[in-house]
C-alpha cells in the first residue's frame, strides 16, 4: 500500500481509503448497503492488515448508524489510534428541528460533538463540509471550523460537492483571517465520469489539496457485472435498485468494453482496471472503495498494486475523454501562441 500526504499536510494517508456508506443500512441508505457489527469488523480489518490506514464515513450515513459501527470496529479490533485516520462529514440533516441541517456555527458545534460521541473518538482527524448551504455565510462555517479545530475536536478539513468558485473563496476567507484552510476535496471522480478535471482537478493541483475520488466504480457500474448486453444483474445490485450517481451509460459502455480486454490480458477484474486507472491520474490522493463483501473488497484493494501500461492508460484516456466545455477549448486554442519553443 503507498501513502500521499494530505494536500499541504504533513500527514499521510493510505492511497485506498475504506468507505463506511454500506453500514448500517438505516432509511433511505439501506440500499447502499445493509451491513451489521461483525461484517463491519472483518471489512475494517481486512482493509487495515492490507495496510488501509484511512476510513471515511458521515453523520448522516444511516442516520449515524455508520458512524457508530465504525467507531465500534475500531475499538472491537484494538486498532491504535494514532495508526488511524478517521474522516467524517457534516451538512446534511440529523433531525427534525430546522437547525439540525446546514453549514451555520451552531450545526457545526452540535454536529461535531454528536459525531464525537457516535465514534467514540476524543477527535476528528478529518472533517468535511458534505456540500452547499445558501442560506449560511460563508465565513460564518469558516469560523465555525476554525472553532472546533481550536477546540481540539478536529484536525483537519476538508470539503465535498461544492463548485470550485465556492472551495476558493473559503480558503482565501480562511487565509485572510488566519484560520485553517480546506486541506482535503472530496468529489465524484471516475473514468466514467472526468468532469471533475475541467475545474476541480486544476484548482487542487494548483492551490495544493488532496482529492479523493468517491464512487470510484460510478455506483458499481464499473463492477463488470454490467455491460451493453446485460443492462441488468437481476440479482439486486445496487445499480438495479439504486440508480446513482448518473452515468452516460452508452459512453460507459464504451469505456467498459475498452477496459475488457485489459482486464482480461492481466487476468483482473473490469473494476480493478477502472481503480488503478484513476489511482495513476494527477491530483488524486486517496480513492474511497466500499464493499458489501470481503471478496468484493479484496479485488478492490488488488488495484493498488496493479501496474497499467503507458498503451493501456493512453487507450482509456482517449476512450473516456469528456468533451471540453467552453470557456475551457477557448484557453486551449488560445495558448497556441503562448507556448514556448
Not at 186 to 194: F, L, N, P
Not at 215 to 241: E, H, I, M, Y
Not at 280 to 308: C, E, H, M, W, Y
Request: glycine share 10%.
Amino acid at each position: 500500500m503507498k501513502y500521499n500526504l494530505l494536500g499541504r499536510t504533513g500527514l499521510l494517508v493510505s492511497e485506498i481509503c475504506l468507505g463506511a456508506m454500506t453500514f448500517g443500512g438505516k432509511g433511505l441508505w439501506s440500499v447502499i448497503g445493509q451491513q451489521p457489527q461483525d461484517e463491519v469488523n472483518e471489512l475494517v480489518k481486512l482493509a487495515f492488515d492490507a495496510g488501509v490506514n484511512f476510513f471515511d464515513t458521515a453523520n448522516a450515513y444511516s442516520e449515524g448508524l455508520s458512524e457508530q459501527l465504525l467507531g465500534q470496529a475500531l475499538r472491537d479490533l484494538g486498532l491504535p489510534r494514532q495508526q488511524t485516520v478517521v474522516a467524517t462529514k457534516l451538512r446534511l440533516r440529523m433531525g427534525p428541528g430546522p437547525n439540525q441541517v446546514g453549514l451555520s456555527r451552531g450545526h457545526i458545534y452540535d454536529a461535531v460533538d454528536d459525531s464525537l460521541h457516535r465514534l467514540g473518538l476524543a477527535h476528528i482527524d478529518l472533517l468535511y463540509v458534505h456540500g452547499v448551504d445558501a442560506l449560511t455565510p460563508l465565513d460564518e462555517t469558516m469560523r465555525g471550523l476554525e472553532d472546533v479545530v481550536r477546540a481540539g475536536k478536529v484536525r483537519y478539513l476538508g470539503i465535498c460537492n461544492m463548485p470550485a468558485w465556492q472551495v476558493m473563496k473559503a480558503n482565501a476567507l480562511a487565509e485572510r483571517q488566519g484560520w485553517t484552510r480546506f486541506a482535503a476535496m472530496q468529489y465524484y471522480y471516475t473514468i466514467a465520469d472526468r468532469t471533475v478535471e475541467h475545474e476541480l482537478v486544476p484548482l487542487a493541483q494548483d492551490q495544493g489539496m488532496g482529492l479523493m475520488p468517491w464512487s470510484p466504480l460510478a455506483g458499481g457500474f464499473l463492477s463488470g457485472k454490467f455491460t451493453r448486453q446485460q443492462p441488468s444483474t437481476g440479482t439486486g445490485a445496487r445499480r438495479d435498485t439504486f440508480d446513482f450517481p448518473p452515468v452516460d451509460k452508452e459512453r460507459a459502455y464504451d469505456i467498459i468494453e475498452a477496459m475488457q480486454p485489459i482486464a482480461a490480458a492481466l487476468g483482473v477484474s473490469v473494476a480493478q482496471v477502472a481503480l488503478a486507472w484513476l489511482l495513476g491520474q494527477p491530483a488524486v490522493t486517496s480513492i474511497i472503495v466500499g464493499a458489501k463483501r470481503p471478496d468484493q473488497l479484496r479485488d478492490n484493494l488488488a488495484a493498488a498494486s496493479l501496474g497499467l501500461t503507458e498503451a493501456d492508460r493512453a487507450q482509456l484516456g482517449t476512450v473516456s475523454s469528456p468533451p471540453k466545455p467552453y470557456p475551457h477549448w477557448m484557453v486551449d486554442w488560445q495558448a497556441a501562441d503562448r507556448k514556448v519553443s
